[in-house]
Nanobody, 121 residues
Framework: QVQLVESGGGLVQAGGSLRLSCAAS????????MGWYRQAPGKQRELVAA???????NYADSVKGRFTISRVNAKNTVYLRMNSLKPEDTAVYYC???????????????WGQGTQVTVSS
């Protein structure tokens, strides 16, 4: 069974940094795009950053220059380095795998359980 397990969330003061990790476990041949989304209370889930298997990246305007997404394909792991955090970055952050290829099936739009990031002012 494939799982996406996030870690690294927590409470940090404004201006601080955190690094989120998301590891995909299970029997996996390949994962296409991976990304980080976030959802603040009362708001819709939004894309924060995404990265292709080849390393091309895409960021929300609100995090450009502050957040960096990276991945290690051999470990099926994606990271999100968050610097200069602001109170408005407070949200539950979710890991997403666009297409997970396993020996028996293809999983589309696969999500982790989420990790809370709270930035205090």
């Amino acid at each position: 069974q494939v799982q996406l397990v996030e870690s690294g969330g927590g409470l940090v003061q404004a201006g601080g940094s955190l690094r989120l990790s998301c590891a995909a476990s299970g029997s996996i041949f390949a994962i296409n795009d991976m990304g980080w989304y976030r959802q603040a209370p009362g708001k819709q889930r939004e894309l924060v950053a995404a990265i292709t298997s080849g390393g091309s990246t895409n960021y929300a305007d609100s995090v450009k220059g502050r957040f960096t997404i990276s991945r290690v394909n051999a470990k099926n792991t994606v990271y999100l380095r968050m610097n200069s955090l602001k109170p408005e970055d407070t949200a539950v952050y979710y890991c997403n795998a666009d297409r997970v290829v396993t020996p028996t099936r293809i999983l589309n739009n696969y999500w982790g359980q989420g990790t809370q990031v709270t930035v205090s002012s």
